[in-house]
């Protein structure tokens, strides 16, 4: 989906490292509250970018527990450079703990490389910081034993060229149309002609 509003500011609220639906946790917020645990994260975090040659980035990271989180191990946003992680990953082990990191610190590596264009979440970009961080062949998803939740879909979203549907637990703000279109008949530009036609699954 392409918000046509936005150009600059993507912001990544991933299931993906946690490697669940992204909708089911979109918008959970983190409960930021530092310990001596995430200072050591952060730590890691930061001597990784560096070695990288990503200070800036390694100066913006912060990495935080987020107790809401369920069936997603982490998630990371950008360009707000945080990365969130499951606290139950804590009682899988140190080392899910550290490879759950090492994945979403892959992406904020990968987006900040890229900058303003537009790459996969999991595509090579990512891929290739992955190696770089010593976890090459990370796959895109979890088989972790965490706790699944299931948020019904309360609505719908129709382009009215393909006519894809794109359902959502949660209602678009603004003006959004699909990517797909746009990408393919105006260069990736918001296009009017493909804006989604919203309707209530209730």
Not at 133 to 145: K, N, V
Request: proline share 4%.
């Amino acid at each position: 989906m392409w918000d046509g509003r936005r150009v600059r500011g993507i912001k990544l609220k991933f299931g993906w490292g946690g490697r669940s639906d992204p909708e089911r946790e979109a918008e959970v917020e983190p409960e930021d509250v530092p310990s001596g645990a995430e200072a050591s994260l952060i730590g890691g975090a930061r001597w990784r970018l560096t070695e990288l040659g990503l200070d800036g980035l390694g100066e913006r990271v912060r990495v935080v527990w987020n107790r809401r989180m369920r069936s997603t191990a982490g998630r990371a946003l950008w360009p707000e450079a945080l990365i969130e992680l499951n606290p139950a990953l804590q009682e899988i082990g140190r080392g899910e703990v550290e490879r759950t990191l090492l994945h979403e610190l892959a992406h904020l590596v990968a987006f900040e490389r890229a900058g303003r264009r537009r790459i996969s979440p999991h595509g090579k970009e990512w891929q290739r910081a992955c190696a770089e961080l010593g976890i090459p062949g990370e796959t895109a998803s979890h088989r972790l034993e965490l706790p699944s939740r299931t948020l019904r879909r309360k609505w719908a979203y129709l382009c009215p060229h393909c006519l894809v549907q794109v359902e959502r637990v949660r209602r678009m703000r603004g003006a959004m149309a699909c990517w797909s279109c746009c990408r393919r008949y105006n260069g990736g530009g918001y296009d009017e002609r493909f804006r989604f036609v919203e309707k209530s699954l209730e």
